[in-house]
């Protein structure tokens, strides 16, 4: 992986590619910039992309990027409403359509293979922004805009190492980008446990469990904190995000879960501060939990998950995203 420092003078001579229609709210302006001549996308369809459909896109298309699985994500202001892996790209579009059927109305869909021709069909009746995949066949953009012109077809490069950006006060935040290797690139037959996760308490992972355990704790990275996704066949079927509890968030992803939340698994993004949340995602049925550890109360937490008899992983590994 190339290493990235931060510099102590750090020089940016960055140059408009585009202008765009306006910012975040059509009261703002906006334009795109480059430090290079390349943009990291070519749009092929649809009409003018705007600033919010830039920044969904990238956010899509670096999430779908974590998977080595053919997978679909949906999302919508930054935060996958659903995403599948499965080896039929028109299967896994309709299984992450159908963890939330109501929110994916104006989102943006994100594919890691070029899509076809039964994913578009898949798509009939549901208004999107926009599609980024790696590629499109030609028969595939006709199916598109046959779909609706105004959709927007992007076709995007796997983006390069950068240091990420954030204005605040008279200055910025520089930080290098949340990559690190937690898992191969390819799966490995083997123990279904991680580089340097740790069982706390329960049965060790079913093979299966661990496929579910892995597809979390990609998802739940992209997931905006406080961040819980549960997963259940490789299928995000519950999400909780923005919330200033945790537990909040444990409620949402539950509520949205409904059943099929009994032997599924849960990913938090951080450490759970107090046992709340693990009682609620036992009475749920969650089998299994995955989270950092970390926590003043991490013995508690263990305690209550040791009580109901389920699983609790520890990765050492935060994913906030703010």
């Known amino acids: 992986m190339q290493k990235l420092d931060l510099p102590k003078n750090l020089n940016l001579k960055l140059k408009k590619y585009k202008d765009l ?31 919010n459909n830039l920044g969904d896109a990238n956010h899509a298309w670096r999430l779908v990027l974590e998977f080595w699985e053919p997978t679909v994500a949906i999302i919508k202001h930054g935060n996958p409403t659903g995403i599948a892996s499965r080896k039929n790209l028109a299967q896994a579009y309709k299984l992450a359509y159908g963890a939330d059927t109501i929110s994916p109305f104006g989102g943006i869909i994100a594919v890691n293979r070029p899509p076809t021709l039964d994913m578009v069909s898949a798509m009939r009746g549901v208004f ?58 390819q799966p490995k037959a083997g123990p279904p446990l991680a ?13 299966k469990q661990f496929d579910d355990l892995e597809f979390a704790w990609k998802v739940v990275k992209h ?30 992803a539950l509520t949205q879960a409904k059943d099929r939340a009994r032997g599924a698994v849960l990913a938090s993004d951080a450490f759970f501060p107090f046992a709340d949340n693990v009682e609620l995602a036992a009475k749920a049925g969650i089998s299994v939990i995955i989270q950092p550890g970390g926590s003043i109360h991490d013995k508690d937490v263990i305690a209550a ?7 609790m992983v520890f990765t050492g590994v935060r994913h906030f995203k703010h």
């Open 223 to 252: 997931v905006r904190s406080n961040a819980i996704v549960v997963v259940r066949d490789k299928i995000m079927i519950g999400m909780g995000t923005g919330q200033p509890n945790r537990v909040n968030s444990v409620k949402l």
């Open 21 to 51: 229609r306006y910012g975040e709210n059509p009261h703002q302006k906006s334009a795109y910039y480059l430090q290079d001549e390349e943009p990291g996308y070519k749009q092929l369809s649809g009409i003018a992309l705007s600033h």
């Open 305 to 311: 998950a040791k009580k109901h008899k389920m699983t």
């Open 195 to 207: 580089g340097k996760w740790k069982m706390m308490t329960g049965s060790r992972p079913t093979q």
């Open 128 to 185: 999107y922004e926009l599609i980024v995949a790696p590629d499109f066949d030609k028969k595939v953009l006709e199916a598109l805009s046959k779909k609706s012109q105004k959709l927007r077809v992007v076709k995007a490069k796997k983006p390069p190492r950068q240091l990420e950006f954030t204005r605040v006060f008279n200055g910025y935040l520089v930080q290098t980008p949340d990559d690190m290797v937690e898992f191969e690139s």
